[in-house]
């Protein structure tokens, strides 16, 4: 006999699995810090890429300009100049990732434990049907 609660539940269950579920399994495989410090390492990683490749594109847009100024301009505060924006894009880019890491990691254990509530509850209301059919069975 069917359940339509449980028929509901498990519809509802199967639904999470295969959309945002299979995500926040994947977070939650990781402890907290661990998830945020892959998260971070990685923006640190693409925020380089990234500032090299602006710089870059900055030197190549007015390369014939740059490299007649080469000679005029005080490498070393040029230098420190371009150090000082890297780090800064760097820092406010990897707190940023800390922020929504964090954010992200707390949504997918909060949904995580609210699926495996639904568990437990699937699990009880196959559990209640068994107790039911054995005092059944029992009475004949």
Do not use: C, P, W
Not at 57 to 77: N, R
Request: charged share 20%; no cysteine; net charge positive.
């Amino acid at each position: 006999m069917l359940n339509e609660e449980r028929v509901i539940l498990m519809t509802q269950m199967a639904s999470y699995e295969s959309g945002e579920g299979r995500k926040n399994v994947r977070i939650g495989n990781y402890f907290r810090s661990d998830y945020i410090a892959v998260q971070v390492l990685k923006s640190v990683v693409s925020g380089t890429i990234a500032f090299g490749i602006i710089f870059a594109l900055y030197i190549l847009y007015d390369f014939e300009v740059f490299m007649q100024d080469l000679y005029k301009i005080d490498l070393l505060a040029f230098a420190k100049n371009v150090l000082t924006n890297y780090a800064i894009s760097i820092v406010a880019y990897g707190l940023l990732t800390y922020i929504i890491s964090t954010y992200r990691y707390v949504k997918a254990k909060k949904s995580l434990k609210s699926y495996y509530h639904s568990l437990k509850k699937l699990s009880s209301l196959y559990g209640d049907e068994s107790v039911k059919k054995k005092s059944a069975g029992g009475s004949k």
